[in-house]
């Protein structure tokens, strides 16, 4: 691997514009002079990881200072043929057709990303992360981005081993530096330190694991996310001050665990529009940290885990709130060798955190389908999740280094002594 370089920075004010090329995917990004130099230095250090990178600097664009007013006259005569149209019952705005074509919807739906859910300005800094498996989408997001902002960066980062592994130390570098980052890639990196530090320092953040073209184009991401968030905060006084939740299923579960109110996670709607905001795409989950220690019985997933729909369902043994069994065939199988290996990593008294329940959720999206990605999956109306493993982000002890969830199809779930969805129906007032 190699790293090509065009240093002009003797001739250039101290803010410049980085532009990238990877894959010959062109895109631009505004750092300041020493990061830039510290995040090619970091880049070089790690090409193994990447493929072929080729950075060039050029100055920072700026407005024509000298461009000369529109005349007011003009914009008189524009308002005033505007409002004799809006007199004449003229409507001089027109919806746009329907996209048609593959290409169409895929654009479509990253101008919804870019413009709805992001609401991303002109002039912010926008690193858009993806991997192989999510390049097209990477690329469909980047187009959309630069009609917004020219200060756009576009990066393929190699396809991480599991949910919650650390990206590559230049891209975890380059997240710090943005106020928007977009992460569409195979492997989830919500549960990551370079998220919480991207967080923490002001970037707004969407991820969208394991997405796929039709994923992207069709079922939960088609939704109107502004209707998924008026839904979420509706549900909001059905939550208050109930902790007991109990979770039962024709297939087996039946799992109890305590929970403090206050800690329910309203903002998983879509609207990711302000500084340290956390957002999955596609958006439309209520979800919560269930209290560390408190939960026990059987959870047995039924819909998919990861991205595999189900075929024989998985039985999970917990007790205080740690997996100490998994049972389930070929399935089961996998899930305890992929914790067990990256157990292996940690310290022999952090072992144990692996199994975490770390998260239960349920479903708001009203588009979401049962696809065999848990994605889509866990947005569900009528189904619930549990997450196992890191619950660090969360507020939990749990540093795991993975988290992966499965879906519960069809759940009767109660909360307190108040339903809030039966057989996989959801019965909760949302008024």
Not at 105 to 115: G, N, P, W, Y
Not at 161 to 174: D, F, I, K, N, Q
Request: a negative charge.
């Amino acid at each position: 691997m190699s790293l090509y370089a065009t240093d002009s920075m003797n001739v250039l004010n101290p803010i410049q514009e980085c532009c990238f090329v990877a894959h010959g995917v062109v895109s631009t990004s505004v750092l300041h002079q020493d990061s830039y130099r510290t995040i090619c230095s970091k880049i070089s250090t790690h090409s193994r990881w990447m493929s072929v990178w080729e950075i060039m600097v050029h100055p920072f664009r700026r407005k024509d200072k000298d461009r000369e007013p529109m005349v007011n006259d003009v914009d008189e005569d524009i308002n005033a043929l505007l409002d004799s149209n809006s007199e004449n019952g003229i409507h001089t705005k027109e919806r746009p057709p329907e996209p048609t074509t593959d290409e169409e919807r895929l654009h479509a739906i990253s101008d919804m990303v870019v413009q709805t859910c992001m609401d991303i300005r002109r002039g912010e800094n926008v690193l858009i992360v993806c991997d192989p498996t999510t390049a097209e989408i990477g690329q469909s997001l980047h187009i959309a981005t630069q009609k917004r902002s020219d200060r756009v960066l576009l990066i393929v980062m190699p396809k991480s081993r599991h949910h919650g592994e650390e990206p590559p130390t230049p891209v975890a570098a380059l997240m710090r530096q943005q106020q928007v980052v977009i992460a569409a890639t195979k492997y989830s990196l919500t549960h990551t330190k370079a998220v919480r530090q991207a967080l923490k320092d002001g970037a707004r953040v969407a991820t969208m694991p394991g997405m796929t073209f039709e994923l992207y184009t069709e079922g939960g991401m088609t939704a109107d996310f502004q209707e998924v968030k008026r839904r979420i905060s509706n549900i909001a006084n059905f939550l208050r001050r109930r902790r007991i939740i109990n979770v039962k299923s024709e297939t087996g579960t039946d799992i109890t665990f305590e929970v403090n109110w206050r800690e329910w996670k309203l903002d998983d709607n879509g609207i990711c529009n302000r500084p340290r905001m956390l957002t999955n795409l596609p958006a439309g989950k209520v979800f919560i940290l269930p209290k560390e220690g408190t939960m026990n019985g059987t959870i047995v997933i039924d819909g998919s885990w990861d991205s595999t729909l189900i075929e024989e369902p998985v039985e999970f043994i917990v007790e205080d709130g740690t997996v100490i069994d998994v049972k389930g065939g070929g399935l089961a199988a996998t899930i305890r060798q992929s914790y067990g290996e990256v157990a292996k990593k940690l310290k022999t008294k952090d072992r144990e955190s692996v199994w975490t329940v770390a998260e239960f959720g349920f479903g708001m999206n009203p588009s979401a389908r049962l696809v065999g990605n848990v994605l889509e999956d866990e947005k569900r109306m009528g189904s619930c999740y549990f997450s196992i493993g890191d619950n660090s982000r969360l507020g939990g002890s749990s540093h795991a280094g993975i988290h992966v969830s499965g879906v519960l199809a069809e759940p009767t779930v109660w909360l307190d002594d108040t339903c809030l969805t039966e057989a996989g129906q959801f019965m909760a007032s949302e008024s």
